[in-house]
Each structure stands twice: as structure tokens, then as C-alpha cells.
């Protein structure tokens, strides 16, 4: 038997008008940042989902980054997130200089556990980071309740949760700054690429300074000033207009793109029943608060043995199914730096946590060809 085409992990999908967009950019004689598509970008944001104000820039990394400097994160700071993330979470606040404090995951999802973080709040704690894991939310009513109480800011890493919702509010539009990822593996995408929202109004003017590396510019523009000149730090966190007009052609299709993405997470869903009633791995738990955005399918083995097994199993099928975060509190970066306090479910999701290929274009025949491989696995 020939050997099947092999199902990536991942496949960027384009709607189609990506390149029409980015010739129309082209040939507008303005590429640099914040034209026309740019704004087009921010509107939908601010239309669609209610945000306060959104601005591009050119990651997920870099929107986190503007927000560790807009609450002025210095040395001696310290700032709460999961170990269980991408480290992006974190490297921006280490940029300025903080310690990370890290949280554990919850019992039944990898999001942060909100009740063991009150206890690792000090004086020194400015911010809180949640990272909404396969774009479910984390328990944002009590987390922002100890926003109030301590005063400390929350900063959303929704770089997977676009169009997801917290007891029906949109993740990233609650804490003080969401950050999104548009980054090719997320739902929508543009390459790299990713955006912060700006959720208080105190934040708006010196969010476009530092955007625009200390500049008052985009008030200038706007007529606002009379002059332009450097009135702050801050760095090129703007995205060009290539970027934004790819990006709004794929923004444009956001309801087709999540409807075909929530089909296929369903269908694994329920093929993968069967499995977990008999206590052979574990599907993912939805939050009573939470909404699924179909960012990513992930099963939990029973052990890292049995994982690797599967992996195994799956590659020799042509399928590519992989693992995701390990633990950051006992990364070779942070493992001296971290407070010695054991993280037993950031470390379960780092052994037993796997995910399957999800992605606009796989078809019908294919994800069964998934299901199957993953059953028979499993003696099923
Ligand atoms: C993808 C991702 C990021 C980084 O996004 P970039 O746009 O690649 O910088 C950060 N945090 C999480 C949780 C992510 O999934």
C-alpha cells in the first residue's frame, strides 16, 4: 500500500483576498504603518468586539512587551503568570526587570488556578498575567476582584483566545490590556503579527506614544499637536501595512473560519468519548463561564509513556500531533531564579498534554483518519 499523505500539525489557510489586499496597500504609495488597513484593523476590533481601543503591532510578544512598559514594570516588581505558557508571557516583564512569581494550572484545565494566586500577592506585585489556554478563559471575575483589592493590573495573554468570552464579555477586552498573536498558527493570522488592547482610557496616549518609539506622531496626525517630537521611551511596535491588509482579509472571514474550526473540534470531541469514559485519557473541560474558540484540540494522556507512545503511533501514520509548553519554573532560563515551590500541574500538562492537527482545510476523510489512528491506539 502506498503510504498515505501525511496530515500536518498546522497549515495556514488564506481566504483569498490576502494578496489583493496587500497589491491594493502597495500600489496606495503607503506601506509604512497605520494607512488605511491599519485602521480598517482597529475598527473591526473596537466595532466587533467592543474593545476600548486596539492597536496593531507586529506580535503577540511585542503587544505584551508595550504593556510591561505602559505599567512602568521595574526592577524589584513582581509579576504573577502560569508556568504552564509560552514565554512570551513572561519574557516581556523580564525585560524590565521584575521577577516572575509563577501560579500553577487549575485542576481541570492548564489555565493559572485563580484560587492559589491571592497567596503569592506581595507589596511588590504590580500585574497579573492569565493566559487564556486553547482560548478558554480563565476565571476572570476573581482575578479582577483582587485587581481592586490589592491595587495590581491584569494583563490578558489572549494570543490564542480571539472572538472567546468570559461569562459572554470578549477575552482580552476585561483586564487592564489584552494582547492578541496572529502569529500563523493562531485562528487568524497574518504571518506574525498580534495586537494590544488598550481597556482603561488613561492608557490611550502614551500606548500610541511608545508604539511609536516615544513619539507623539499619531496625535500629530490626528491634528492633536502642532509639533512632533520625543516625549517618551519607546520602541517600532507597529506592524506595516503589508501585515494589516493580509490580516483584515482574514478578519473579514473570522465567522467562516470559526464555524469550520468548531465543527472539526466538535467531531473529536465526541469520537474521543468513548476513551475517556473508560478512564483512557481525558478530552478538554469547558468552564460553565467559558466559550470554546476552537483554537486547538487536546487530549491528556495518562502518562508521559503512554504520550510518547502515541506520538509515535500517530507519526507512523503520517500524522503530526505534538506536545506543547514545558513547565517555565523548570526551564534552563528560570529554574535558579524560581522560589523552589513545586508546580504539579503545570508539570502534568508538560508530560501529558497532546495536541492534534487542527486547521481550516483538513478535511473530512483526513480527521478521520486522526480519529481512527488515535482509537486504534487505544485497542479501540
Ligand atoms: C502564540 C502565543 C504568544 C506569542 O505570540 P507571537 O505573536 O508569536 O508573539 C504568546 N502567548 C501565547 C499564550 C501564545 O500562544
Keep these: 500500500m502506498a503510504n498515505p499523505e501525511s496530515i500536518p500539525f498546522n497549515k495556514p489557510f488564506l481566504t483569498g483576498r490576502e494578496v489583493d489586499y496587500i497589491r491594493q496597500a502597495v500600489e496606495s504609495g503607503k506601506i509604512s504603518g497605520d494607512g488605511l488597513f491599519t485602521r480598517k484593523c482597529h475598527q473591526f476590533f473596537t466595532e466587533r468586539f467592543g474593545f476600548h481601543k486596539a492597536l496593531l503591532t507586529t506580535s503577540c510578544t511585542d503587544a505584551l512587551e508595550m504593556a510591561a512598559i505602559l505599567l512602568d514594570i521595574r526592577e524589584g516588581d513582581e509579576v504573577i503568570a502560569p508556568s504552564y505558557t509560552f514565554v512570551s508571557t513572561v519574557n516581556a516583564f523580564i525585560l524590565r526587570g521584575a521577577r516572575i512569581v509563577f501560579a500553577d494550572s487549575a485542576e481541570d484545565t492548564p489555565n493559572l488556578d485563580h484560587q492559589q494566586v491571592e497567596a503569592l500577592i506581595t507589596p511588590r506585585t504590580k ?15 476573581s482575578l479582577m476582584a483582587l485587581s481592586q483589592r490589592y491595587p495590581l493590573h491584569i494583563v490578558e495573554d489572549a494570543a490564542q483566545a480571539i472572538d472567546s468570552y468570559y461569562k459572554g464579555r470578549p477575552l482580552g477586552g476585561i483586564g487592564t490590556f489584552g494582547a492578541f ?35 507623539n506622531r499619531s496625535a500629530f496626525f490626528r491634528g492633536e499637536v502642532d509639533k512632533y517630537g520625543w516625549v517618551d521611551m519607546g520602541s517600532s511596535f507597529l506592524p506595516s501595512e503589508i501585515i494589516a491588509a493580509f490580516l483584515y482579509a482574514q478578519l473579514e472571514n473570522l465567522a467562516q473560519i470559526q464555524q469550520k474550526r468548531k ?19 481525558q478530552r478538554p473541560r469547558i468552564p460553565d463561564y467559558a466559550t470554546n474558540n476552537a483554537h486547538m484540540f487536546y487530549l491528556v494522556c495518562n502518562s508521559l509513556d503512554e504520550r510518547s507512545g502515541l506520538i509515535a503511533h500517530l507519526k507512523s501514520r503520517g500524522i503530526m500531533a505534538v506536545f506543547h509548553y514545558l513547565s517555565l519554573h523548570s526551564s534552563k532560563f528560570y529554574a535558579e531564579k524560581h522560589d523552589g515551590r513545586a508546580l504539579p500541574r503545570a508539570d502534568y500538562y508538560t508530560d501529558r ?28
Design 353 to 380: 498534554l497532546l495536541r492534534l492537527p487542527l486547521y481550516y482545510e483538513l478535511d473530512a476523510a483526513s480527521q478521520e483518519r486522526v480519529i481512527d489512528a488515535v482509537l486504534s491506539f487505544y485497542g479501540v
Design 181 to 215: 498573536s496572529f502569529h500563523e498558527t493562531k485562528n487568524v493570522i497574518s504571518g506574525e503579527g498580534g495586537m494590544l488592547a488598550v481597556n482603561k482610557p488613561e492608557f490611550d496616549a502614551r500606548a500610541e506614544i511608545i508604539r511609536e518609539k516615544g513619539t
Design 127 to 141: 500585574a497579573i498575567i492569565p493566559v487564556h489556554y486553547a482560548g478558554m478563559a480563565c476565571e476572570m471575575d
Design 263 to 281: 465543527a472539526l473540534w466538535e467531531r473529536y470531541f465526541e469520537c474521543f468519548e468513548p476513551l475517556e469514559k473508560a478512564g483512557k485519557l
